[in-house]
């Protein structure tokens, strides 16, 4: 065999290849202090791990890879790193506030508190360090005296540290006294100008302290040129455009965030977030496995993915992620009142009182939470508990339009009908959501009083910015409760002139073609919604039962249904669907067990569990469903719907009076 002699370019690469093979593990650390002075953090990480692989003992390599990694907001590959170098004796003085910060910053503040004694520090700037370390950990376990005091302590032991001036900057901020912790900022940025965090925490006070979302952005653009990877002010200006609707200037916001940032979490969020707010839940649950790779995600990512979920009405998820979402974070509002709607949509009114328990205790009141609080009463037919918790949202935000409409509904259910409708009528003419006119509308149609209900449909369409979307559909509702089917489907025609992804319109016109006896032009029909909405779960379900209508056979529409349930195995509705159809075709052991496994994938599913049940009861299998039954009626024991189905089962074995007695509870 013969050797071709080497290009410039090959001996070139062969001998940059021989030095990197011989270089030291001495070297390599070298190498990354120079790239670190040259601000190289991305080449110093090479450098760094290079020198650990060849020397994995090295305590100095460690520390700087830490710290590298903790600058770089990776704080889990910080800790990791942190924690070797700490137990390879690196110099305390260096290692250990940074391993305190880090370990905070992941949510350990009892450790940081138990495991990082000041006293074994020396020198004055790691003291006060590891005191505003502690000063932050005092303050998230809400020991606010601690923590001011522990802070004090560190501002004398060194009146520079940043972190403790940032500290109180943010002691001052949870007290309320937003001005002081402004001053405090501006004092920190006349001596730090291109200090990021002073810069982020400055446009978090002016955003949530001040409520000047305009101030707010400006300070976030200039932190922006300073630190292009400020992940926290690309959050604050994309949700700002969204609070207006501003889609393509949220959009504009990621080009820079996917240069700087292209593999971040949260960029996936922000997109998640942004598709959301376009009314795209399917576009958004693409984002979510990218928001869940960890087994620890952020209470936040949580929360998304039970939004999304919810958005889907895939409630079970949706309450599985908002759970998780709360032991990370109790505190957040958001997924609580979230997970309280979720309880409401699964007709859990009782449980969506019981998460929204703590919101209620507080003070000042929380509008929103008293809100979501009288949609659950009136769902029980509390009608003087709905009255009493609307008042209170009203009390704590007078301007909420949305409880104020709620509270009429509520006095038309309690049987003043001329005042409550005369109260939304006024509360449309200065309601620019719009809410009060929906509200007003859906109630005539309750009282049947569709005439007044198209004169309340084409006032809300006269007026600026008019959901004319939903004004569309419910014209359409009130044609098709007139017997006007012409009238009714031009209404459902136009809104998916304004949406073609529009399920109720796509549906509805489908309805009325199978009416008509046009059965192939309703499949065409859910098939052209599916081609621009793929995935749509509901959209699936009514083209096969659509395809039913047209002539598919019921087995065909088994197998359908079995597809549906791989394609969507965490949602239920899939799996009802197919249980019924089995029982429908008379293969009530096929129901059984689809019932069964459908029940073993989704435990806590109460709807799953009723069927399963109801399975039972129709194989006979009486002391199976009566446990099940059982089961069903503990997991919601406020609820109708586990005693009416015990008294079926009652009924079925011929005893009336034990049926009579669940009736009566």
Known sequence: ??????????????????????????????????????????????????????????????????????????????????????????????????????????????????????????????????????????????????????????????????????????????????????????????????????????????????????????????????????????????????????????????????????????????????????????????????????????????????????????????????????????????????????????????????????????SPPIADAWAAAGQAFFSLDQLSKAESAYNKAIQADPDDVRAKAQLAVTEIEKGSAESGLAELARLTAADRSHYADLALISAHVRRKEFAEALKAIELLQRKPGAPQTQALVMRGTVELALGRRDEARKSFEQVLELDRTHYVASASLATLDLAEKRNNEAVQRIERLLSVDPGNLQAELSLIGIRQAAGLSSGDAVGALRDLVKRHPAVPQPRLALIDQLRRNGDAQGALVAAQDAAAAQPQSLQLLEALGMAQL??????????????????????????????ELQLAQSDSASAIASLQR
């Open 618 to 647: 129709h194989t006979k299998d009486f002391n199976q469903a009566k446990t099940t039954i059982s089961r069903f009626a503990s997991l919601s024991p406020k609820s109708a719907q586990p005693m009416l189905r015990m008294a």
């Open 1 to 362: 065999m013969s050797l071709r002699p080497l290009t410039p370019l090959g001996l070139a690469v062969s001998t940059l290849l021989c030095a990197c093979m011989s270089q030291s593990p001495k070297d390599s650390l070298e190498s990354a202090k120079v790239r670190l002075a040259a601000n190289d953090r991305a080449g110093a990480i090479i450098e760094l791990k290079n020198a650990l692989q060849a020397d994995a003992s090295s305590a100095e390599a460690r520390f700087l890879l830490g710290k590298t990694l903790f600058e770089l907001d990776d704080i889990t590959g910080a800790q990791v790193e942190l924690t070797k170098a700490f137990e390879g004796q690196f110099d305390a003085e260096r290692v250990v506030p940074l391993l305190a910060q880090s370990r905070f910053e992941l949510g350990m503040a009892s450790a940081v508190l138990k495991d990082f004694d000041v006293e074994s520090l020396r020198t004055p700037k790691a003291r006060a360090q590891l005191l505003a370390v502690h000063a932050l950990a005092q303050a998230s376990l809400n020991n606010l005296d601690a923590a001011r005091k522990l802070n004090e302590s560190a501002l004398r032991t060194d009146p520079e540290n940043l972190r403790a001036r940032l500290n109180s900057a943010t002691l001052a901020f949870n007290a309320g006294q937003h001005d002081q912790a402004l001053e405090t900022l501006d004092q920190i940025l006349a001596s730090e100008p291109g200090n990021a965090k002073a810069l982020a925490f400055k446009g978090q006070t002016l955003e949530f302290g001040k409520r000047d979302s305009e101030g707010a952005a400006l300070v976030y653009e200039q932190l922006l040129k300073i630190d292009p990877k400020s992940v926290g002010a690309y959050g604050s200006l994309v949700q700002r455009a969204l609070r207006v609707r501003d889609f393509e200037r949220a959009k504009s916001l990621l080009e820079p965030m996917q240069k700087h940032l292209p593999n971040h979490p949260h960029l996936r969020f922000l997109k998640a977030a942004i598709a959301l707010a376009e009314g795209k839940p399917e576009t958004a649950r693409e984002q979510v496995p990218y928001l869940l790779r960890s087994d620890s995600p952020p209470a936040v990512y949580l929360q998304m993915a039970g939004m999304v979920a919810y958005r889907l009405n895939g409630f079970t998820e949706a309450e599985k992620f908002l759970t998780r979402a709360l032991l990370g974070d109790s505190q957040n509002r958001t997924s609580r009142l979230l997970l309280a709607h979720v309880h409401m949509h699964r007709g859990e009114a009782e449980k969506a009182l019981e998460v929204l328990d703590p919101l209620l205790k507080t």
